[in-house]
């Protein structure tokens, strides 16, 4: 009896332990007391065991806890998700041969004289190389003579003194018809006054009109036979053999521009899968040219998340080490699920200025769901949730007291959950460690030591790192078991 009586002195002699009160562990050892009881009873002892249980009990009444604060600010929703990078569909190009040929010349010079290499920028049209085209080129050169020849026929017709004769006709004629209206005129006027003018005057206006109908049926004439037909029918078949020249001009152009390997837009060229003197088939593969300027990434969201997911939400892509981020938004949310499968392709789409982001790189994707300022938040440990029921923990620091608060939950991030209920403002210090331990109903005294001895940020995670602990007393990271005995003492 007297080992047992040193323990007992000892218990009843320290300090209350650091851990928080285990009231199934207790429930536990008075069960034990009770069945050693009478084991005991054959000693010469038999009050001082139950004593020292009870000043043990007594000692650990007072629970240790650590203390954080409500704290009015505004929190964001963010759904994370896995994703892969892809280029735009509408500023990704794959460049194939437009006909059957042989590969003569790949990535020539471009307009500034420098060599085109493979992951080089490109503008839209450049050309990247062409295939065997003299044969092109040859039907162009015969159709650029064939309209040069009907040009210069047209030009000839067109430009030749018997056009200048026609101008001048037009205006003999024109000059004839207002001298045989003077003439008659003349004669009409004379013969009113024929009674007061010699009969020789009369006659020789007469004969002046007579004179001036001739010149004009002269210059009629002459004009008829410059404005015949055929002088008019053959401008107009060199006119339409002209266009039928320049149709076929443009036709062996565009055939010419079919031998030829040019970008469809801007952006950087991809690895080429030809070489020179290679015969390549119709719609043979030659490259991609990709603009990264902008990126999309393409992500599969669980069929429980799908809901919150709308389109312009905003959203920002992480990746690399150190982390590197783009911002950007939901462009695409399908209303059915892959096959096979229940998830749903979802994209976010966001500029990609210095292209630090390229094509098929596995991403972060934290996409903010919902969004709400000015409202009262604490930290998730602070929250205890049991059978649909949140409540907190909120401290009387000058008491040194805590009382059970339900509380309505609301936007969760990493580290806070949002919070509505009756008293609660900001500053309001609650348990954030330790609340597991505290009895349902009722107030509990707080360890005056706790602010003193409260662990400082990270030093939990550091003797976890090395495995020490502090020798001069218990841990004061007190956690949940795997079935919280607050729990099981309701």
């Known amino acids: 009896m007297k080992p047992r009586r040193r323990n007992a002195d000892r218990s009843a002699a320290a300090p209350p332990r650091v851990v928080a009160a285990d009231w199934t562990a207790i429930a536990m050892r008075v069960l034990i007391g009770l069945a050693v009881g009478p084991l005991t009873l054959t000693g010469c002892h038999t009050a001082e065991p139950v004593a020292a249980s009870s000043e043990s ?25 896995m994703g892969t990078t892809q280029p735009l569909r509408q500023r990704t190009a ?29 503008e839209q049209g450049q050309i990247i190389g062409h295939l065997e085209n003299s044969l092109a080129k040859a039907t162009l050169a015969k159709a650029q003579g064939t309209l040069a020849e009907a040009k210069a026929a047209l030009l000839v017709l067109q430009n030749t003194p018997r056009q200048q004769q026609l101008q001048a006709a037009k205006g003999l004629v024109k000059s004839a018809k207002s001298a045989a209206k003077a003439a008659e005129s003349q004669v009409e006027r004379l013969v ?54 320049t149709a076929d001009v443009d036709a062996a152009k565009a055939q010419l521009a079919r031998y030829e390997f040019r970008s469809p837009i801007a952006g950087r060229l991809g690895q080429l899968s030809v070489y020179l003197g290679q015969s390549l088939a119709l719609g043979a593969p030659i490259c991609t040219v990709t603009d990264l300027s902008q990126i999309e990434v393409q992500i599969l969201a669980p069929a ?71 409202v009262l ?23 040194h007291t805590a009382r059970r608060v339900i509380v309505t939950t609301g936007i969760r991030t990493r580290d806070q959950i949002e919070i509505s209920g009756d ?41 976890q790192a090395t495995g020490k602990e502090k020798s001069d007393g218990p841990a004061k990271d007190v956690h949940p078991p795997a079935e919280t005995p607050a729990s099981s003492k309701r």
Not at 221 to 229: G, P, V, Y
């Open 423 to 463: 008293d609660l403002h900001d500053g309001l210090p609650v348990v954030v460690e330790g609340n597991y331990y505290l009895p349902e109903e009722g107030e509990i005294k707080i360890d005056a030591g706790e602010e003193d001895e409260t662990e400082k940020p990270g030093e939990h995670a550091k003797q």
């Open 192 to 245: 009113a006054l024929a009674n007061l003018v010699a009969p020789g005057q009369l006659a020789d206006a007469r004969t002046a009109a007579e004179r001036a109908n001739s010149d004009l049926h002269s210059a009629e004439a002459k004009l008829d036979e410059l404005t015949k037909e055929p002088v008019v029918q053959k401008i107009a078949e060199l006119e339409a053999k002209v266009l039928a020249a």
């Open 304 to 374: 429980r998340s799908i809901a919150r997911l709308h389109l312009d939400q905003p959203a920002t892509i992480v990746w690399g080490e150190p982390p590197q981020k783009l911002t950007g938004k939901v462009t695409f949310v399908d209303v059915q699920s892959e096959p096979g499968s229940a998830c749903y392709v979802v994209r976010v789409q966001c500029d990609n200025p210095d292209e630090a982001l390229r094509s098929g790189i596995v991403v972060r994707a934290r996409i903010d769901v919902n969004s709400a300022a000015g």
């Open 57 to 81: 009990a007594e000692a650990e009444v007072t629970v240790r806890v650590k203390l954080g604060k409500i704290e009015k600010t505004t929190l964001t929703d963010t759904l994370e998700l």
């Open 377 to 399: 938040a604490v930290p998730r440990a602070a929250v205890i949730e049991e059978n649909d029921i949140a409540a907190i923990f909120v401290v009387d620091q000058q008491k």
């Open 94 to 122: 794959r460049v194939t041969t437009a006909v059957e040929g042989q590969v003569a010349a790949l990535l020539p010079n471009d307009s500034a004289g420098q060599p085109l290499r493979e992951g080089s920028v490109v």
